[in-house]
């Protein structure tokens, strides 16, 4: 099982891009969900995250510019990213909270150009 995440591209700083990760059963109805980041030569970190009941919560860097959402009836997790900046390029995974070793996906790449 993995969740696949796309919507990933190439785009001048201050634009705009919307990711998608579609999950297979039911792993987005039953639980919380997120989306990681891994920026060149660094860790993956999460930047976004949705409770069940659609709570949620963003890294300090992200918040304001980022939104995270859930379609339970599409299995799919969004991430709407306005006002991008050169430092949100990386890769960017979709997977439960916390995070499940065997749902890791290739993930899609965002490059964010000055």
């Known amino acids: 099982v993995q969740l696949q995440a796309s919507g990933g591209g190439l785009v001048q700083a201050g634009g705009s891009l919307r990711l998608s990760c579609v999950a297979s059963?039911?792993?987005?109805?039953?639980?919380?969900m997120g989306w990681y980041r891994q920026a060149p030569g660094k860790q993956r970190e999460m930047v976004a995250a949705?409770?069940?009941?659609?709570?949620?919560n963003y890294e300090n860097s992200v918040n304001g510019r980022f939104t995270i959402s859930t379609d339970f009836m599409q299995k799919t997790v969004y991430l709407q990213m306005n006002s991008l900046r050169p430092e949100d390029t990386g890769v960017y995974y979709c997977?439960?909270?916390?995070?499940?070793?065997?749902?890791w996906g290739q993930g899609t790449q965002v490059t964010v150009s000055s």
């Open positions: 997977n439960t909270v916390p995070p499940d070793r065997h749902y």
């Open positions: 059963g039911t792993i987005v109805s039953f639980n919380d």
């Open positions: 949705i409770t069940i009941g659609g709570a949620t």
